[in-house]
Nanobody
Framework: QVQLVESGGGLVQAGGSLRLSCAASGRSFSSYAMAWFRQAPGKEREFVSA????????LYADSVKGRFTISRDNAKNTVYLQMNSLKPEDTAVYYCATGEARRLRVGVPRALEEYDYWGQGTQVTVSS
């Protein structure tokens, strides 16, 4: 059974940093893109960042570019999101996602519907 488990969320002051982790189990996703999304209260889930299976291609939402860094360790079947210079508007539940479709082997999608497996989410709260 495939499982994605996020960790590393918490409460931090504006300007602070957090590092999220997402560990996959049940099968290897080393050949597939992985991504982070977030959902704030009352808002739709939105794309944050994604990384190709080799780690050679990374994408970021404009709102986090220059502040967040995505990375992965295929040996550990884990993807990370380093979040620096956090702002109150970064407050949300953060989800990691991946899948087994060919589109995730050849590309780095931004759309939610391109991903098949999701974690349960980890809460990030940034106080002002």
């Amino acid at each position: 059974q495939v499982q994605l488990v996020e960790s590393g969320g918490g409460l931090v002051q504006a300007g602070g940093s957090l590092r999220l982790s997402c560990a996959a189990s049940g099968r290897s996703f080393s050949s597939y893109a992985m991504a982070w999304f977030r959902q704030a209260p009352g808002k739709e889930r939105e794309f944050v960042s994604a990384i190709s299976w080799r780690g050679s291609t990374t994408l970021y939402a404009d709102s986090v570019k220059g502040r967040f860094t995505i990375s992965r360790d295929n040996a550990k079947n884990t993807v990370y999101l380093q979040m620096n210079s956090l702002k109150p508007e970064d407050t949300a539940v953060y989800y990691c996602a991946t899948g087994e479709a060919r589109r995730l082997r050849v590309g780095v999608p931004r759309a939610l519907e391109e991903y098949d497996y999701w974690g349960q989410g980890t809460q990030v709260t940034v106080s002002s």
